[in-house]
Structure formats: structure tokens, C-alpha cells
């Protein structure tokens, strides 16, 4: 049973930083990309940043591009995602996700392309 377990989160005034992590277990970690969506109150999910298998391929959203960065160590089966700069904006359920290939093609902004979702973890930035 693929498990994904993110910690974390919390509550941060504007400008500051967090960083999430994602430990998994199930299914070999390093075979899979990777990638973290948000969802605020009254939104819908939407993708934050992704990174394939290896590392050497990563791919964030406009709106947290420079501020964010996604990383992995296949070590240690663990995900994570250094936030900086937090805005207002960022305020959401920050979940991770298991791609269902070792790397990504057009649709690795959508929902369907995951296999595998954590329970997700809070991340509030206060202005």
C-alpha cells in the first residue's frame, strides 16, 4: 500500500519561510516524479511544482516561480518544497503527489496524471 505523508506546515508571517516534506513508502520512491499541489478554501487543487524521477528535470507555476524550490532524496524516499518569500496568497492545503510515470509530458499540471496523494498538510501566511 503506497502511503505519502507531508509535515511541515504552519502558520508564517508574510515574507518568511517553511519548508514541507513528504516521506513516502509502498513502491520504490525513486521511480516515480513527483509534485506538489495546493488547494485554498473555495478553490480548486491546483499544481505548485513537479520534479522527475532523477532530479534533473523540475517545473514550478508561474505564480510561485523564484520563490519556490522543488527537491528529493531518493535516499531517504522524501519529497520536499522550500517555500520562501510566503505571500497572503500562498495560504492553502499543501498536498504531494505520486506521478504514475518516472516523468511528465503536457498534463503534469493535472490532477488525473497522479496516482497517489498524501493527506495534505496547512500552510498559512499572515499578512
Known amino acids: 500500500q503506497v502511503q505519502l505523508v507531508e509535515s511541515g506546515g504552519g502558520v508564517v508571517q508574510a515574507g518568511g519561510s517553511l519548508r514541507l516534506s513528504c516521506v513516502a513508502s509502498?513502491?520504490?520512491?525513486?521511480?516515480?516524479?513527483m509534485s506538489w499541489f495546493r488547494q485554498a478554501p473555495g478553490k480548486e487543487r491546483e499544481f505548485v511544482a513537479a520534479?522527475?524521477?532523477?532530479?534533473?528535470?523540475?517545473f514550478y507555476a508561474d505564480s510561485v516561480k523564484g520563490r519556490f524550490t522543488i527537491s528529493r532524496d531518493n535516499a531517504k524516499n522524501t519529497l520536499f518544497l522550500q517555500m520562501n518569500s510566503l505571500k497572503p496568497e500562498d495560504t492553502a492545503v499543501y498536498y504531494c503527489?505520486?506521478?504514475?510515470?518516472?516523468?511528465?509530458?503536457?498534463?503534469?499540471?493535472?490532477?488525473?496524471?497522479?496516482?497517489?496523494w498524501g493527506q495534505g498538510t496547512q500552510v498559512t501566511a499572515s499578512s
Open positions: 503527489a505520486s506521478n504514475r510515470k518516472a516523468t511528465w509530458g503536457s498534463t503534469v499540471t493535472d490532477t488525473a496524471e497522479y496516482e497517489y
Open positions: 509502498g513502491r520504490t520512491f525513486g521511480d516515480y516524479a
Open positions: 520534479i522527475n524521477w532523477s532530479s534533473t528535470r523540475v
